[in-house]
């Protein structure tokens, strides 16, 4: 059985039910991605993690890579953590600033990496 859930958008404030079983949910006010209270346990240190639990060879964006760029673009926050699951840090910034690059996003965002953590991050 499905129970709905009372989730709170962290950027507006707008409360809404959802039955939604995902980790992120989206506010159907503002469209920033809230993590579901039920679902999610979340990291003080940084404001999100981008996990990439499936890295098919599906190109839906023109490279698999892109959909973590354009979910970042989406959110309302200026660094998030970003991880490819079965990838190092490194390897993770270097596919993601080649997309940005390819993009011609780089007076947009870029891609770091500080101690061993790889990092999306606004250049606005």
Known sequence: ?????????KWCGR????KS???WVTCPSCGGKTPH?????GKEDVDYSLVRE????EKPHGSKYDPIIDDFLEMKVDRVKAEIKGHTPHYTQMVLHKRIKARKLL????????KGVCYLERSE
């Open 1 to 9: 059985m499905i129970t709905m859930v009372k989730i709170k958008c």
């Open 15 to 18: 409360e809404w039910d959802t």
């Open 21 to 23: 079983k995902l980790i």
């Open 37 to 41: 209270p039920e679902r999610y346990e």
């Open 54 to 57: 499936d890295v098919s060879n």
């Open 107 to 114: 007076d947009t965002v870029d891609a770091s990496v500080e």
